[in-house]
């Protein structure tokens, strides 16, 4: 069954502190792996699309990366408007829906 | 390029009621996807349109159905309503023709259950 499993569930940073989010999938043909960002009460903003283990993808202080089992969303030197939720998503079946982790609920501090 | 609208962003009903929730997709895409997120949850897969009929289901009884008009806008019907109804209902849109189709979401409609 295709799953996706996000760590840490929850992780606190003050500003300026650089660290690292896990997203590990189990999916039969991967068709992209996707990151989201998403605030409280909106819809999910649409940050990378990863198509291939070894590739990379940056935006501002984001850097996405993938292998062949796991994908991590670095974040160099956040500041509070950092904070949200960070989604991944895999497409699975034959409709391309899309599996998401739970998330990773990230508060950066002052 | 437009993105995706939904509307209502808010809505209040009570058990037993039927409500919809309507969707209008980014402009140049032909696929609409409907999910439900629940409070600390990810998005969960309702369904699929795409050339105005169904293209895939989730795990959603049949009291959620939906709709996909000519111009590719999109809506979810959901009859006799329970309290675990009660999330957020996201629309997203995206390119079937693509092999990687992103799907882009909208602001989402809030649906509480009283």
């Known amino acids: 069954e295709d799953q996706v499993t996000q760590s840490p569930e929850a992780l606190r940073l003050q500003e300026g502190e650089s660290s690292s989010l896990n997203c590990s999938y189990t999916v039969s043909g991967l068709r992209g792996l996707f990151w989201y960002r998403q605030d409280p009460g909106k819809g999910p903003e649409f940050l990378f699309t990863l198509y291939s283990a070894g590739e990379e993808k940056e935006k501002e202080r984001l850097k996405a990366t993938l292998t062949k089992k796991e994908s991590f969303l670095h974040i160099t030197a956040p500041k509070p408007e950092d904070s949200a939720t960070y989604l991944c998503a895999v497409p699975g079946g034959a409709t391309n829906k899309l599996i998401f982790g739970t998330g990773t609920l990230l508060a950066v501090q002052p | 390029e437009t993105g995706v609208t939904q509307s209502p962003t808010h809505l209040i009903k009570t058990r037993g009621q039927q409500v919809t929730l309507r969707c209008s997709s980014q402009s140049g895409h032909n696929t609409v996807s409907w999910y439900q997120q629940a409070l600390g949850q990810g998005p969960q897969f309702i369904f699929q349109y795409y050339r105005e009929e169904e293209n895939g289901r989730g795990n959603f009884p049949p009291r959620f159905s939906g709709l996909q008009f000519p111009n590719y806008s999109s809506e979810l019907n959901v009859n006799a309503l329970e309290l675990d109804d009660s999330a957020l209902y996201l629309c997203?849109?995206?390119?079937?023709?693509?092999?990687?189709?992103?799907?882009?979401f909208g602001p989402g409609t809030r649906l509480t259950v009283l």
């Open positions: 997203a849109s995206s390119l079937r023709d693509r092999v990687y189709n992103e799907q882009f």
